[in-house]
């Protein structure tokens, strides 16, 4: 079992920055893929990002690459995000998965945070 709290959404104006975290717990973190999604208001939840349990593999959306840049330690996944945009404007999810990593494709990761509201004005 993995516990997930997401931190660091907020109000920004487009083209400025936002970094979110994710603080994960569990006996065996660092065998666990780590994933951000994000869900805007009547849209289906979408991937973004993804970093496999080695730290060797990274997935993007191609929406996002050159903006956002994930990264991991031990004990928390990060999100970079730069030169927002409004339609960025979603909730924003932490996931897990026990395999060697998330891909793209993937939308039932089994772990979940509670999402963080990033909120982009034009």
């Known amino acids: 079992q993995v516990q997930l709290v997401e931190s660091g959404g907020g109000l920004v104006q487009a083209g400025g920055s936002l970094r979110l975290s994710c603080a994960a717990s569990?006996?065996?973190?660092?065998?666990?893929?780590m994933g951000w999604f994000r869900q805007a208001p009547g849209k289906e939840r979408e991937f973004v990002a993804s970093?496999?349990?080695?730290?060797?593999i990274i997935y993007y959306a191609n929406s996002f690459k050159g903006r956002f840049t994930i990264s991991r330690d031990n004990a928390k996944v990060y999100l970079q995000m730069n030169s927002l945009k409004p339609e960025d404007t979603a909730v924003y999810y932490c996931?897990?998965?026990?395999?060697?990593?998330?891909?793209?494709?993937?939308?039932?990761?089994?772990?979940w945070g509670q999402g963080t509201q990033v909120t982009v004005s034009s």
């Open positions: 996931a897990a998965d026990g395999a060697p990593s998330i891909r793209p494709t993937t939308t039932n990761p089994p772990y």
């Open positions: 569990g006996r065996s973190f660092s065998s666990y893929a």
């Open positions: 970093v496999s349990a080695s730290g060797q």
